[in-house]
């Protein structure tokens, strides 16, 4: 499952019986042993960092073994099976029209 706020972005991994879980995909040139995930509660995974805009590509690896998370945004058939997908949308700011002055009335 995946969830964004601005650029961040939160992984979570349903895995209770992992003793170790990373997170790997084109964000990090696919290095399975480089993103590790921490414990969280009730059997999930979690790991959290900031992305640019943009779509990527990527998956658990929980003991050794590879994991797609269907609950992204989608996933993509690759070379070794599917891909999950986060899109990650460009963060606009938002800025409040300027008030009209106010004039105080005068006695």
Avoid at 36 to 63: H, I, Q, T
């Amino acid at each position: 499952m995946v969830s964004i706020d601005g650029d961040m972005v939160e992984f979570r991994f349903y895995r209770p019986g992992a003793v170790q879980v990373h997170l790997a995909g084109d964000f990090n040139h696919w290095r399975k042993d480089e993103l590790p995930m921490v414990r969280g509660d009730g059997g999930y995974w979690v790991a959290r960092m900031r992305l640019p805009s943009g779509e990527f590509k990527f998956r658990y690896c929980a003991d050794g073994e590879w994991f797609t998370d269907y609950a992204a945004f989608g996933v993509e058939p690759s070379r070794f099976g599917l891909d999950s997908v986060v899109r990650v949308p460009q963060v606009t700011l938002r800025i409040a029209p300027a008030e009209a002055p106010r004039i105080a009335a005068v006695a």
